[in-house]
């Protein structure tokens, strides 16, 4: 079964150049409650807040894939590193 993941970025401030602009990026995953995200990008433009979002949704949505795989493969205990992840941001 697949699930649409909807996202979507606002940018407060964007009407008035006076006013500093701050970026939020949502995301939610159709059918599945709970699981959605909210955060705060650094965009100035919609499209680059846009751009922001899918790329977070993607990220949280790996970090949440990664996780319940972790869990299920507890009895076998590796750390992120060996398995290829890295803590980093990208």
Known sequence: MTNRVYVDARIEGIQDPKLPRKAYVAYVVEDVPGLQGLGKVDAYET?????????????????HTYVLAYVRLHDECYAPAELGFSSKKA
Request: no cysteine; hydrophobic share 65%; glycine share 0%.
């Open 47 to 63: 499209d680059d807040a846009e751009l922001h979002a899918i790329a977070f949704a993607i990220q949280q949505l790996f970090l």
